[in-house]
């Protein structure tokens, strides 16, 4: 059998087939045009966006961890509007889905930008990063109160008309609860998992390594965590998941698959093999022959059955 | 690109204790790149996969050889990564990203001073190779630890390009003793004076400099205060290395004085001494 449909449809949008790279991890699409062609993937996900530009942490942002990485980068970028100017052209010719993601730090900021990000900017998506702290209510993370996430991705929804993905934050004691929270806000499609809170000291130093204290752990370390995530929220809800956390190989991302993910997100997989993606696109496709899949799409979800 | 080179050479440099290597890989890499640029490499014992290290290591070219598709990198072990790669043999093939970022630019004519500072004399070696090709005068000033290091990080293969060299170790077991911003000074005042003037006499002098942050600081200031253009070579905890993830940032200050952000991976690691913030916060 050569003939795998790769092709899979998430939040109403078919992406060529399941394989999507991670916010923060892929810039803007272009750096790593070089390794790794735009048209072979499913989609890329933009750098997260906030109204202003923020310069963000200080350095050292990155420590590494065994099989983890921790990064306290500070959601630097240059804005809604230099974004709009600077960045959505050049996105537009992309040959490939292209999802921008947004964070904010109120309510109104995350309006701001969905207002100014609708079908017709060329985007295939809009991810909504809820896991910030919200100011205005003494710091909360969106993403760890089921009614903040709830209105902020109704207020989303309110007011653009690109298909909206609610990322979820793994910093909770129960995913299932905020998972819902998005679905009751009329998220589209759900991301998960954003990165888990660390830290590490340096012991000859005896300060914490990174300028920022705590960072967020990625990479295969976390895999096990998301994965877990992943199967809980695809019982509990009925909306599609983009898995994501620790993805290297394609037997990680069809262990997503497996656990009910209908696309999968490479971050800092890239990093240690810029060809990731696309390895992991024939591995898929390799798994699914070997398994007589005709489709991806059956591939979704199948470790619960039975 | 994404490629592999071929370990043509892996050997110990100089004497044991220092921990230095010298690493020969074959491989297309030496076609494009330039000096200054580096290579980010997957360390990994063997072929079996492990995430520990997760990261690759940024490594900068010590040497290119084109004609014969070989870069050369001279490393010091340092940590868990380096140990890592220090155990890849002759034959192995080693995943190569590279090369990165902006190398050194070289001025038309005139005179190139490169100052190094421990090992940040590894990236210097291939940029005064092609300095010398295109015919400018090159001088070295190089400050270490001792004589032993200064031997085994390289002094007779500098000492065979005859150039001249103005060396200092902290113990003065070789050369001067002191720091080597010392040397540039002097030999900065010797040939302007003690005040601020604008360098337009000629032969006109660059300088390009590689070492500890405190070190390259230090130069910059001299540089600027005698109107010598410098350019830097930084280092920061890279994820990436191309540009993507944001985690290497440093803060430069244009002229009219607004602080931006660059990558050392993609906008570097060489900026001109002048634009850096020291101190990195903003
Ligand atoms: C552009 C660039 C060029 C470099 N060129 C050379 C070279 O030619 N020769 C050489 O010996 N070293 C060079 N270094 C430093 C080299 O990358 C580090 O020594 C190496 O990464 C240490 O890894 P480790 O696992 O052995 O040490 P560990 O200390 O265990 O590393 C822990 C983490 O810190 C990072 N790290 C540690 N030291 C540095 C450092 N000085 N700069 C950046 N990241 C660091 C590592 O990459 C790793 O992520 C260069 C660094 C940069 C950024
Ligand atoms: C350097 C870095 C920057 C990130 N920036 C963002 C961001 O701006 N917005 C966001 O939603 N997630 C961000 N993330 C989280 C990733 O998108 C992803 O959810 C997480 O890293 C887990 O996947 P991975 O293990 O494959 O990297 C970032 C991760 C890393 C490593
Ligand atoms: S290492 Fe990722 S931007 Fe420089």
Redesign the interface.
């Given at each position: 059998m050569d003939c795998v449909d790769l092709t899979t449809v998430l939040a109403g949008i078919t992406l060529r087939n399941p394989v999507v790279t991670c916010s923060g991890t892929y810039g803007f699409g272009e750096e790593y045009a070089d390794y790794c062609p735009l048209e072979a993937l499913g989609g890329i996900t933009l750098k997260g966006i906030t109204p202003l530009p923020r310069l963000g942490n200080s350095v050292p942002r990155l420590a590494e961890t065994p099989a983890g990485l921790l990064n306290s980068v500070g959601l630097e970028n240059p804005g809604l509007e230099d974004f709009l100017v600077s960045y959505l052209p050049k996105v537009r010719k992309m040959p490939t889905a292209v999802i921008a993601n947004i964070s904010g730090f109120s309510l109104e900021d995350y309006v701001q930008m969905a207002r100014a990000l609708q079908v017709d900017s060329g985007l295939a998506a809009l991810e909504v990063n809820i896991s910030c702290p919200n100011v205005k209510h003494g710091g909360m993370h969106f993403g760890t109160d089921p009614h903040s996430a709830e209105e902020v991705i109704a207020a989303v929804k309110a007011v653009t008309n690109l298909p909206t993905i609610a990322k979820l934050s793994p910093n909770v004691t129960d995913i299932v609860e905020m998972a819902r929270a998005a679905q009751r806000g009329g998220a589209d499609a759900l991301s998960l998992i954003n990165t888990l809170l660390g830290m590490r000291i340096d012991i000859e130093q005896q300060r914490p390594l990174l300028a920022n204290t705590f960072g967020g752990l990625s990479g295969p370390a976390i895999r096990p965590v998301a994965v877990r995530m992943v199967w809980q929220v695809a019982e509990a809800v009925d909306l599609p998941i983009i898995g994501m956390g620790g993805i290297t190989t394609w037997q990680d991302a069809v262990e997503f698959l497996l656990a009910g993910a209908t696309a999968i997100s490479i971050g800092t997989g890239n990093f240690v093999n810029p060809q990731a993606p696309l390895e992991i696109i024939q591995g898929i496709k390799g798994y699914c022959e070997k398994h007589g899949l005709t489709s991806v799409r059956n591939l979704v979800g199948l470790a619960h059955k039975g | 690109?994404?490629t592999e080179g071929l370990v043509v050479v892996h050997e110990c440099l100089g004497a044991a204790d220092q921990r230095l290597r010298r690493l020969v890989l074959k491989g297309p890499i030496a076609k494009t790149a330039k000096a200054g640029q580096f290579v980010a490499v997957?360390v990994q014992d063997s072929s079996i996969?492990s995430?520990?290290?997760?990261?690759?290591r940024p490594i900068s070219l010590a040497e290119i050889s084109p004609d014969r598709d070989e870069i050369t990198l001279l490393y010091r072990i340092q940590g868990r990564g380096t140990e890592i790669l220090a155990r890849a043999r002759c034959g192995e093939q080693l995943?190569l990203?590279g090369p990165l970022g902006q190398g050194f630019s070289l001025p038309e004519v005139g005179e190139l001073w490169l100052v190094a500072g421990g090992i940040g004399v590894f990236p210097l070696y291939a940029l005064a190779q092609s300095a010398l090709d295109q015919g400018l005068n090159v001088r070295l000033f190089w400050g270490g630890e001792n004589q032993s290091f200064l031997i085994s990080a390289g002094l007779p293969a500098w000492q065979a390009l005859e150039i001249p060299l103005n060396l200092s170790t902290l113990d003065g077991t070789l050369g001067e003793r002191g720091l080597v911003t010392e040397q540039l000074q002097g030999r900065l005042s010797e040939l302007f004076g003690h005040t601020k003037q604008e360098n337009t006499s000629s032969p006109q002098i660059r300088v390009a400099t590689c070492g500890p942050k405190k070190m390259m600081q230090a130069v910059t200031e001299l540089c600027v205060n005698y109107a010598v253009p410098v350019q830097v070579s930084l280092e920061?905890?890279?994820?990436?290395?191309?540009?993507?993830?944001?985690?290497?940032?440093?803060t430069l200050i244009d002229k009219a004085g607004t602080?931006s952000?660059k990558k050392v991976c993609?906008d570097g690691p060489v900026f001109r001494g002048e634009e850096v913030v020291w101190d990195?916060?903003?």
């Open positions: - | 690109m994404l997957l996969p995430y520990d290290p997760l990261l690759r995943s990203m920061e905890r890279m994820g990436c290395a191309v540009g993507a993830c944001l985690g290497c940032v440093c602080l952000h993609q990195g916060l903003c």
